[in-house]
């Protein structure tokens, strides 16, 4: 079993940032992958950025604007998140997949991020 737990969301000005930071806890494999999506009102869930040993991914949307990392020793994974716009308000998600390859087995209670002046 993994436990996620986000903190870091609010409300933030049009261009303003805001760093999500999880923290995992419990089994954790050493070639996991971790992430974030996030899901807008009526819209599907999406996958936002992911993190393995070997590199990253991003959607196209927040290419340049946003920046996955951790800290293997803490079993932390933040998520800096620049030049926001209202398109990014949403409910953000920490996951977690055991292995680098799966789709995310575990899933934090979400974050909310709204982008609003």
């Known amino acids: 079993q993994v436990q996620l737990v986000e903190s870091g969301g609010g409300l933030v000005q049009p261009g303003g940032s805001l760093r999500l930071s999880c923290a995992a806890s419990?089994?954790?494999?050493?070639?996991?992958?971790m992430g974030w999506y996030r899901q807008a009102p009526g819209k599907q869930r999406e996958l936002v950025a992911r993190?393995?040993?070997?590199?990253?991914t991003y959607a196209d949307s927040v290419k340049g604007r946003f920046t996955i990392s951790r800290d293997n020793a803490k079993n932390m994974v933040y998520l800096q998140m620049n030049s926001l716009n209202a398109e990014d308000t949403a409910v953000y998600y920490c996951?977690?997949?055991?292995?680098?390859?799966?789709?995310?087995?575990?899933w934090g209670q979400g974050t909310q991020v709204t982008v609003s002046s």
């Open positions: 996951t977690y997949s055991s292995l680098w390859y799966r789709s995310p087995d575990y």
């Open positions: 419990g089994s954790i494999l050493s070639r996991n992958a």
């Open positions: 993190i393995t040993n070997s590199g990253t």
